[in-house]
């Protein structure tokens, strides 16, 4: 759950003399040819001039990616602005809290390692940060749809979607605008140059709090009705991103939110509504529904946005498979948690309560057995098996690894 309270030379030698103009026409020819390697060559690492790389070439040489989402992607943004996330969170990898709702990487820190790329700073946080080579606008809490009265009151983050691209929008300008003035240490060693916005590649992984928003506040077929609504506001952040410069686009669909133990827990499901791994099967299915409705949004922006490379990352099926898998791979109960108060559901993972007697959420012993970390959450196993299944593309409309997610298919 995920409350806000949750990138020959040849010499040549003639060997007999030649007349002028020969001479002449010869160095014309050279020159051509010269001229048009140098071209060639530089395509060939970049892709169209300036931009990706030829459908030849091994992989992209992304020099920066730009976040943005809720929890599942968050890497401090929640914990500079507001409270900072405790331990045990993050001690896994880390060996501290690290602004992370798991106990070590999710999975943009996983994308960022593919890439060959450092961990991703949270642009909310102003300490020991570096944007040199991107930026995690994500934050815990966060819905595609703008934030009214309900969703606040009802613990979700102030900075949703709109918000995140606001705060993009002033990074990328600041950006441009420190570069016209000057580059010095700071500049040069801290954020992306100016040409690495439309190099970059742009990652997104929200909407299941705009789900769990529905489930707490109206019926299900009410919230059926509104999908249709959430997608258009996710189609206007992907346009404007694209009006913005973005050109490569990594999207990922919404998990099997009536798999999380959170959602089992607060919404027993009868047996007619149970699915073969215990999970809310009508959760499950308007997450498809909603899945459904953002491939055909991305699909469209292929004809609308012609410059752009999108591709549409299937994480619901990776996640479904490994929950369905979980006890051939190694994996406790899929439908436990690793981290929290075992008779409280509501004490959260490494904070504390009193009711009658202090109770503090505490990590099991053995995070790496446990798919969900903290009921609402993956462990660092877990993301990092789910990354190595949709890394490779083999989850991908168009199926291709992300490494080459700079280049369009001679299909599409």
């Known amino acids: ?25 010869v160095v014309a020819v050279l020159s051509s040819l010269v001229v048009g390697f140098s071209i060639f060559m530089a395509i060939g690492r970049r892709g169209t001039l300036g931009q990706f790389p030829l459908a030849n070439s091994s ?29 045990p969170n993050g001690d896994t990898f880390f060996g501290k809290p690290a602004g992370r709702y798991s106990d070590g990487l999710v999975v943009i820190d996983f994308i960022a390692e593919k890439l060959r790329l450092p961990l991703l700073s949270a642009y909310l946080d102003s300490m020991g940060t ?29 900075v949703s979607l709109d918000i995140q691209l606001l705060q993009f929008e002033q ?6 605008e420190l570069y016209r003035e000057g580059r010095n240490s700071y500049t040069k060693n801290s954020l992306p140059r100016p040409e690495d916005f439309s190099k970059a590649l742009y990652t ?14 109206m019926t299900e077929k009410q919230l059926l009705e509104s999908i249709p609504n959430i997608i258009n506001k996710f189609s206007q952040a992907v346009e404007k991103l694209y009006h913005l410069g973005a050109r490569a686009f990594w999207i990922h669909n919404t998990g099997p939110i009536g798999c999380l133990p959170y959602s089992v827990t607060y919404y027993p499901p009868k047996p007619e509504n ?12 308007i997450a498809q529904e909603f899945n459904r409705q953002l491939l055909v949004k ?50 959260q993972c490494g904070e504390k309560a009193v009711n009658g007697t202090e109770v503090f ?3 099991c012993s053995n995070p790496s057995v446990y798919i969900s970390w903290d009921g609402g959450h993956y462990s660092h196993a877990a993301n990092k098996w789910i990354a190595n299944r949709i890394l490779d593309g083999n989850l991908s409309e168009p199926s291709i690894p992300i490494t080459e997610a700079c280049r369009k298919p001679a299909h599409l």
């Open 274 to 285: 149970t699915d073969k791994n215990g999970c809310v099967l009508s959760h499950n299915k």
């Open 171 to 176: 990074f990328r300008a600041r950006t441009f």
């Open 59 to 87: 992989h992209c040489d992304f020099p920066a990616i730009f976040n943005f989402g809720d929890s599942n992607s968050d890497t401090g943004g929640k914990s500079a602005a507001f409270r900072r996330i405790l331990s």
């Open 130 to 158: 570096n944007f040199r080579h991107g930026a995690n606008f994500a934050t815990g809490g966060s819905t595609i749809q703008p934030v009214d009265m309900r969703i606040y009151e009802m613990g979700f983050s102030p």
């Open 298 to 347: 991305v699909s469209q922006h292929r004809v609308q946005l012609p410059d752009a490379i999108l591709t549409y990352t299937d994480v619901f099926s990776a996640k479904y498979n490994l929950i369905s898998e979980a006890k051939k791979l190694g994996f406790a109960n899929p439908l436990g948690f690793c981290c929290g108060h075992f008779g409280d559901p509501s004490v």
């Open 1 to 25: 759950m995920d409350y806000w309270v949750r990138p020959i030379d040849r010499v040549w030698r003639w060997s007999r003399p030649w007349t002028l103009r020969k001479s002449v026409e």
């Open 361 to 363: 959420g505490v990590s």
């Open 204 to 217: 997104l992984d929200i909407g299941q709090n705009d789900l769990h928003f529905g489930f707490s506040s």
